[in-house]
């Protein structure tokens, strides 16, 4: 049974700090890994999606990385501002139409 | 393209209610997801259809849960007798499935189930 660890589950960083989030995940057979981001009380919305045969994906100023062999991604965030505090979940995937597996987020909060 | 949607977004009732929630997918996605998530954790897979047919369900789908997707567009899902343990977020999500694409889930705002 797949299963995906984040930790730590809440991080606290000055405004401007780069960071990096960490995923783990027990299963390295996978299709793809996405980053969502979640605001409290809303929906998810998708950041990046690396497929299996993908190092890392870019966009803007969050860089996600992944390393099937030891189970792991990163979500690096750069110049981090007060607008990037949220929720950050990572998901994986083990087919092209299979379900999405969570991790529990890393709750994140950028001080002014 | 106005993304995926849900109806309605929060919902209060009572021990014992039945209770039914809406989602509409992307237009053109054939895939449709549920997942719940309660406080503290990630979102947790209920079930799954590809156009109108139901081809998975998670054990944490009890008998008193229902979906449907009658007609390949929106979906439906259905509780019946609630309890305070069904109080979470309820999220759908949908997808296109198909050769040569990602099957990148996008998913909806939630209805955020509170059972009294």
């Known amino acids: 049974k797949q299963e995906v660890t984040q930790i730590p589950a809440a991080l606290s960083v000055p405004e401007g700090e780069n960071l990096v989030l960490n995923c783990s995940f027990t299963d390295s057979a996978i299709y793809n890994l996405q980053w969502f981001r979640q605001d409290p009380g809303k929906g998810l919305t998708s950041l990046l999606l690396?497929?299996?045969?993908?190092r890392e994906q870019t966009s803007g100023r969050l860089n996600a990385s992944l390393d099937k062999s030891s189970g792991r991604s990163t979500l690096y965030i750069a110049a981090s501002q007060p607008g990037d505090s949220a929720t950050y979940l990572c998901a994986v995937k083990i087919g092209a139409n299979s379900k999405l597996t969570f991790g529990k987020g890393i709750t994140l909060s950028v001080r002014p | 393209d106005t993304g995926v949607s849900q109806d309605p977004r929060h919902k209060i009732t009572k021990r014992g209610q039945n209770v039914t929630f809406r989602c509409d997918p992307i237009s053109e996605h054939n895939r449709l997801y549920w997942y719940r998530q309660t406080l503290g954790q990630g979102p947790e897979f209920l079930t799954y259809f590809q156009n109108e047919a139901q081809l998975e369900k998670s054990r944490l789908l009890s008998d008193r849960f229902s979906a449907e997707r009658p007609k390949g567009s929106f979906s439906t899902l259905e509780i019946q007798r609630t309890e305070q343990g069904d109080s979470a977020m309820y999220l759908c999500?949908?997808?296109?499935?198909?050769?040569?694409?990602?099957?990148?889930?996008?998913f909806g705002p939630g209805t955020r189930l509170t059972v009294l």
């Open positions: 690396i497929q299996s045969s993908q």
């Open positions: 999500a949908s997808s296109l499935a198909g050769a040569g694409g990602f099957n990148e889930q996008f």
